[in-house]
């Protein structure tokens, strides 16, 4: 039976360097766990921050250093780890932006390869063309169910501009949408917490948003501001424009109430 308990969505500035990453990592998870968290929601590119050269010369090694700890520290601190996006090699040449969930005896369990690629011309003259390392997955995401957290519909960053996606998983049960992100200092300011609000709200679920925050890398700039989000669309906590970590209660009496009072997800047509 799922019960009230406190998540915690960390906020990073990754870099290009997986060790200090996975030390600023280790930091935060230790933080989220003394201040009562049992589950804790990583950014994307949490491992790995840096050239796209870099991260498919590196991927056989970050992708092994990356699994390794976090099934190290689920099982330290006995907690369940939502790992935001991390590149895991295909090939060579290119890679899979991958969220996974560990449970507290440091096993993975679910995993999820981003199905929406990042490729974009911004109109502060930067661009981003991701698919040109990373291939798309080919399969929506899961919804992880552990009787004590609820039914946690998975996603990585640019997905939130695709309300498909989350009709799907609450569709097939999700309560809480995991939301790990690096977004864009340009686009964060205009549509990062609206689009959480929006999903939030039009599915009557939690919302658990991690990010990345300030100068990763030349011309690499991101938002910040992880968001933990109530099934009404209010932010329960913000992180801010630093690294930290956003806390906040998970309630499932408060998710059946906004669910009563809201019951849109019974009148869908489509």
């Not at 969220?99 to 974009?120: E, N, R, W």
């Not at 498909?164 to 995991?178: N, P, Q, T």
């Not at 890398?217 to 424009?241: C, K, M, N, S």
């Not at 906040?248 to 669910?259: D, H, S």
Request: hydrophobic share 40%; proline share 6%.
């Amino acid at each position: 039976m799922m019960h009230s308990y406190l998540a915690a969505a960390l906020q990073m500035t990754s870099g290009p360097e997986v060790g200090q990453n996975l030390t600023q990592l280790t930091e935060l998870v230790d933080l989220a766990y003394h201040r009562g968290a049992t589950l804790i929601g990583l950014p994307e590119n949490f491992a790995f921050m840096g050239e796209e050269q870099d991260k498919i010369a590196q991927a056989d090694h970050i992708a092994g250093v990356t699994e390794q700890c976090l099934r190290t520290l689920a099982q330290r601190f006995q907690v369940t780890l939502l790992a935001g996006g991390h590149p895991v090699p295909v090939d060579g040449q290119r890679v899979v932006n991958r969220a996974m969930v560990i449970t507290p005896d440091g096993q993975v369990h679910s995993c999820y390869d981003k199905v929406h690629l990042f490729d974009v011309n911004l109109p502060d003259g930067n661009t981003y063309q991701e698919s040109r390392t990373v291939v798309a997955g080919m399969a929506l995401p899961p919804v992880y169910y552990q009787p004590e957290l609820g039914h946690i519909g998975l996603s990585i960053c640019y997905d939130v501009r695709f309300p498909e996606l989350y009709r799907h998983l609450a569709k097939v049960g999700a309560e809480i949408l995991f939301i790990p992100a690096a977004f864009t200092a340009y686009t964060g300011k205009d549509h990062w917490q609206v689009l959480l609000q929006a999903r939030a709200i039009e599915n009557t679920c939690y919302v658990l948003a991690p990010a990345q925050v300030g100068w990763h890398y030349p011309r690499r700039q991101t938002h910040g501001h992880a968001l933990i989000i109530d099934p009404w669309g209010v932010v329960l906590a913000d992180a801010g424009e630093r690294p930290g970590v956003a806390m906040a209660e998970i309630n499932p009496e408060r998710l059946a109430q906004v669910r009563r009072q809201m019951p849109s997800l019974h009148h869908r047509v489509f």
